[in-house]
């Protein structure tokens, strides 16, 4: 008795038990739901000891989080009106009192540095005494503000547009937990939308914080909306096939359970819900279905055939249980390959889906032949659709077109892998943080806000060591950092920079009686007198904090990033490294590059460069599992080809289409890869079956196989395009893109397994169709005899 005759009995005869142990498992796993959580940190694409990832870290341990920024804007010319300027203010002094806030920085804050001659220090005064009642008083407070106190340009207001924005600083302790979710959902935006309404103002709101908090709710709802479309989807498509209420509801049930496993395996693990996380209980629905289309069409083709219940389950079992274990292994393999990665969330996203891929594969080959066993043999009607015309037509097309026309196919293939190739040269590489991001969303919209009046949202620092304590407030080393503002004040996709040479230059300023003329940096000349000033004063100790570190060694450059690929980046990292190396000796300085928008950035192109390497793996693992089925050159070879035409399409097709290669749609290749050989391996397992059964005739088996395996394989992979077409109505453009791009590579596919794989075999029968090639089985395949059937 070979081993899936076994299963087959084990199976059957335990029925009760395996479903008391199903029930014990989904249970447990529906405990582990409770354990989700949603990421509150960006993905952090790099390996932790990456030369950015540490450059990084030193900067953080110099000078905190950079990210817990959260700005509001208003660019309104009624704010400034008595009513509406005192009712800015008091939001910012509202949003201020909330213990998650650890301080903000709005018009109504700014303290003038004022020169103290008696004391011989700096002081401040406020910008303004009593609240403004007329608008005489606020254009005075605008004069002086738009005119008067440069430092402040393009941190608070844009004296272009007269744009206004208050700057809100959160907790360092509080920006990476859920309470910053709560903070901003429950309590803050609330408060901005009741002060739009009273004050008839649009206030735009962005930062990194806000808009990880805001991109997570739209995670949280999309998976929702997911689950139910592909459920919805799948079980149309199922019954339209099928006409068979039965058979819907025991598919529905396979995969339910599977979803909920899917959701315990995330919570088990202890992983983080992230745009990618939310992909894997979706998946396991659209994968999980196919599984059931090949177990219950066989089970109703062995029940049309001879009508014995207990022969046709075990038939199911052992024909379908060890080609369908083939492909789940090759799906699954598909996404592990996402595990070498070294990206913390690719790992965690390869390692939950080759396991759900897997598990779904039990639960069908568990729960489809016991439950059917339970229920009356099918009636005539439920096998009606194995006889319908139309499908039988597409069948017989098919067969026509691999016997008659092979040369049509030959050429065709020739043009398409031409045509594909001329489509891949055009593709570009990509990568930003907000090109995926829900473009109809308000929180977009607002990031395009701030990048046109502020310059960008993602901070790029630039930190220097002087190699020597207190070496930063030198004169010559504040005019080096001067040389490099200029640079980026070059660079359009930059905002104007933040640093010591600010403050040192406002210094001035207020030394000179506040004339604006004078914000500029101090001269060999006035240079002591005013830095004597500035030692003395709290008020300058406090802002030195946020430019140099304790020690007076290490000075930050702040600027703000636009939205820009991987490209341009490059091509403004090259030339502030270029200008760097001209201005600091790098014996006396050591000068990095870093911040948010650096790290997402490197991430991406590493990113990129590890999926091409876990893309080619699955390649060569699926082509492992083909010599362990064939033990044949050859027949990977045949194997092969028809899985790897499709990725050339879709390849030519972004190209042409001008769709960018990035993280999101380059995931589009191993996963369609490591579907696509599923039809493949059926199709060849059946092949062999016939092989055997028909004393090696190439041309009769391959007909038999494509007249057996046509059917289940057009239907799979209509319920694949279908189910990965759900991921369309995303709001995400990346997974909009890996869904559109995976339903055409599996459409793709199909034809190309159902033409040119038999097409391919046919030409080659002599050199393919011997007993020396194709040695025996190495996975137990029950012969077509019926000695071992369970009667």
Do not use: C
């Not at 989904?26 to 989700?36: A, D, G, N, R």
């Not at 189910?723 to 990346?734: A, E, I, K, N």
């Amino acid at each position: 008795m070979d081993f899936w005759t076994r299963i087959s009995r084990i199976i059957i005869k335990q029925r009760f038990l395996i479903l008391l142990l199903l029930g014990v498992a989904t249970f447990f796993m529906y405990s582990q739901i409770k354990h989700m959580r949603f990421s509150f940190v960006e993905a952090n694409l790099l390996p932790k000891d990456h030369e950015i990832n540490i450059s990084y870290n030193t900067f953080l341990e110099l000078f905190g989080e950079e990210g817990n920024v959260i700005v509001i804007g208003v660019k309104d010319s009624i704010v400034f009106t008595p009513e509406k300027f005192n009712s800015w203010n008091k939001l910012s002094k509202t949003i201020n009192d909330f213990d998650e806030i650890d301080y903000t920085i709005a018009i109504g804050d700014i303290k003038k540095l004022v020169r103290d001659d008696k004391n011989k220090r700096f002081a401040t005064k406020p910008l303004y005494g009593k609240l403004p009642s007329s608008y005489d008083e606020i254009s005075k407070i605008k004069k002086d503000l738009f005119e008067n106190l440069p430092f402040y340009n393009n941190i608070l207001y844009n004296k272009d547009s007269q744009t206004i924005q208050t700057v809100i600083y959160i907790r360092r302790d509080v920006v990476n937990t859920i309470k910053r979710r709560d903070f901003i959902i429950e309590v803050f935006n609330p408060l901005i939308e009741q002060f739009e309404k009273d004050n008839n103002l649009d206030v735009r709101v962005s930062g990194m914080p806000y808009i990880r908090t805001m991109n997570a709710e739209n995670i949280k709802n999309e998976m929702k909306l997911f689950v139910f479309l592909a459920l919805g989807v799948t079980a149309l498509i199922f019954f339209f096939f099928f006409k068979s209420f039965r058979a819907t509801f025991i598919t529905l049930l396979v995969v339910i359970v599977g979803v909920v496993w899917a959701f315990g395996f995330i919570g088990w693990f202890r992983y983080e819900i992230t745009v990618l996380m939310a992909l894997i209980p979706p998946l396991v629905i659209v994968i999980g279905v196919p599984n059931a289309v090949f177990f219950i069409n066989k089970y109703q083709q062995e029940i049309k055939n001879h009508g014995n219940q207990a022969k046709s389950l075990q038939r199911v079992i052992t024909k379908i249980g060890s080609a369908t274990l083939m492909t789940n292994i090759t799906t699954a393999s598909g996404f592990a390959t996402f595990i070498f990665t070294k990206s913390k969330m690719l790992v965690e996203f390869g390692a939950v889906a080759s396991v759900n891929i897997i598990s779904i594969f039990f639960l069908a080959l568990f729960i489809i032949p016991i439950v059917y066993s339970f229920l009356p043999v099918p009636k005539d009607k439920h096998l009606k659709h194995l006889d319908r015309k139309w499908m039988s037509g597409i069948v017989s097309w098919m067969e026509n077109m691999v016997r008659n026309h092979r040369f049509a196919i030959y050429s065709t293939t020739v043009v398409i892998i031409i045509a594909s190739m001329i489509g891949i040269y055009q593709m570009k590489l990509s990568g930003s943080l907000i090109d995926d991001m829900p473009k109809d969303k308000e929180f977009y919209h607002d990031i395009r806000f701030f990048e046109k009046e502020f310059g960008g949202i993602m901070p790029l620092e630039i930190l220097i060591n002087t190699k020597e304590e207190k070496g930063v407030m030198k004169l010559s080393l504040l005019k080096k950092i001067e040389k490099l503002n200029e640079t980026i004040d070059e660079i359009p996709e930059l905002s104007p920079p933040i640093s010591v040479v600010n403050l040192v230059k406002y210094s001035k300023q207020a030394f000179y009686s506040g004339l604006p003329k004078y914000y500029q940096l101090p001269s060999s000349q006035d240079k002591n007198y005013i830095l004597s000033y500035a030692k003395k004063s709290s008020s300058n100790t406090n802002m030195l904090k946020n430019f140099v570190d304790s020690t007076g060694q290490y000075a930050r450059i702040t600027t703000y990033m636009k939205d820009v690929g991987t490209t341009k980046m490059e091509g403004i990292e090259e030339r502030l490294k270029t200008r760097i190396a001209t201005v600091f000796n790098p014996e006396k300085y050591d000068v990095s590059i870093t911040g948010k928008a650096l790290v997402f950035l490197k991430g991406t192109k590493y990113l990129i460069n590890n999926l091409v390497l876990s893309l080619s793996l699955a390649i060569f693992l699926i082509a492992v599992f083909m010599a362990f089925m064939f033990r044949s050159f050859k027949m990977i070879l045949i194997s092969i080809l028809p899985n790897v035409l499709p990725l050339l399409i879709t390849a030519g097709l972004m190209g042409y289409f001008g769709i960018p290669l990035k993280p999101s749609t380059i995931l589009v290749f191993s996963i369609a890869f490591g579907i696509s050989v599923d039809d493949t391996i059926h199709f060849l397992a059946k092949y062999r079956q016939e092989l055997q059964a028909n004393n090696w005739h190439v041309k009769k088996s391959v007909y038999a196989a494509l007249q057996e395996t046509g059917v289940s394989m057009f239907y799979t992979s209509i319920v694949l395009f279908f189910g990965f077409l759900v991921f369309t109505v995303s709001s995400f453009g990346g997974t909009q893109a890996l869904g559109g791009l995976v339903s055409i590579t599996l459409l793709f596919a199909m034809t190309s397994n159902l033409l040119l794989l038999p097409s391919l075999l046919l030409t080659l029968e002599s050199k393919i169709a011997n007993k020396e090639t194709l040695k025996e089985p190495t996975i137990p395949i029950l012969p077509l005899d019926d000695e071992k059937d369970v009667e």
